[in-house]
C-alpha cells in the first residue's frame, strides 16, 4: 500500500474501475494522494503488478462487514453424545431417544456410544443390538454412515446425522378430528 510499493511500473486501476495502463509507480502514487486516496496493490503476481487507486479503511472496513455476515449465517453442527449402557431400562432408552431426536431435528449430530464392562461381556451381542435399535428408531429423521456400529474392545459407537430437509416440502400435520 502507497510507498510500501516497490515495482517500478504498475497497471493503475482507478477509482471508477477505469485502467490507465503501466504507469510508472511515483506517478501513480502521486495521482492517487492528489485525490486524497490510497494506492493498493491488488495482483502483486501479476506482470506488470496491478495497482488500484481506493479508500482502504473503507475497503477494509466493508471486507470485514462481511466476514462478519458471513460467519453469522454458517450453521455450526456440534456433535452431540448419548451413553446407553447394556442393561438399560425401557423407560431411560425412550428418554435417552427422545433427546437424541431433539438433537437431531435441531441439526445436530449424535453419537451413540455404547460402555460395555467387565461383567457385561456375556451381554455383548444384546448390546449390539440395543445400539442398532436405538438406530432403527431415529431412521425417520437420521441416517447413519454405516450399516453397522463400530465394537473396540470394550465400546460399541456410531455416529448418526439428520437427514437433509428438502426446502418446499411441507411436513403434514395430523390433527385430532373435531366431533
Known sequence: MNEAIRFPKVMLIDENGISFGAVDRQR???LALDKGLDLVCVAP??????????????FRYEKEKKEKEAAKNQKIVDTKEIQLSPTIAEHDFNTKLT???KFLDHG???KITLRIKKRFIPLTEQAMKLVMDYVEKCDDIASSERKRPDFDGKIIQITISPKKKTPGKKEETTSPDVL
Do not use: E, F, H, T
Request: aromatic fraction near 4%; glycine fraction near 4%.
Open 108 to 110: 445436530d449430530k449424535v
Open 45 to 58: 503476481q501479476a506482470q506488470p503488478p496491478v495497482c488500484k487507486i481506493m479508500n482502504y479503511s473503507k
Open 28 to 30: 501513480a502514487l502521486q
Open 99 to 101: 433427546q437424541g431426536r
